[in-house]
Nanobody, 113 residues
Framework: QVQLVESGGGLVQAGGSLRLSCEVS??????MGWYRRAPGKQRELVAT???????NYADSVKDRFTVSRDNAKNTVHLQMNSLKPEDTAVYYC?????????WGQGTQVTVSS
């Protein structure tokens, strides 16, 4: 059974930084990444990374967020800089063979203005 455990969320002022981490147990997948759901909105892609290091970012976070992974530890991280109030959301870690098939429980990120 695949389990994903996120950590690192919290409250930060606009312009600040946070680092999210996700530890995956039970299997190793090519696809890892982060999605988010803001209040009243649908879940959206934030950033993804393959086992080979190919990354994909939402336009809204490019040049501010960086996704990385440690294949040996089966973990994925999201470094978030220059945070904005509109980044406030529940952030979900995801993994799968080709896409987001397994999900973590989510971690809240709140950015105050």
């Amino acid at each position: 059974q695949v389990q994903l455990v996120e950590s690192g969320g919290g409250l930060v002022q606009a312009g600040g930084s946070l680092r999210l981490s996700c530890e995956v147990s039970g299997s190793i997948f090519n696809f890892m990444g982060w999605y988010r759901r803001a209040p009243g909105k649908q879940r959206e892609l934030v950033a993804t990374i393959t086992s080979g290091g190919t990354t994909n970012y939402a336009d809204s976070v490019k040049d501010r967020f960086t996704v990385s992974r440690d294949n040996a530890k089966n973990t994925v991280h999201l470094q978030m800089n220059s945070l904005k109030p509109e980044d406030t959301a529940v952030y979900y870690c995801t993994t799968g063979r080709l896409g987001p098939n397994n999900w973590g429980q989510g971690t809240q990120v709140t950015v105050s203005s």
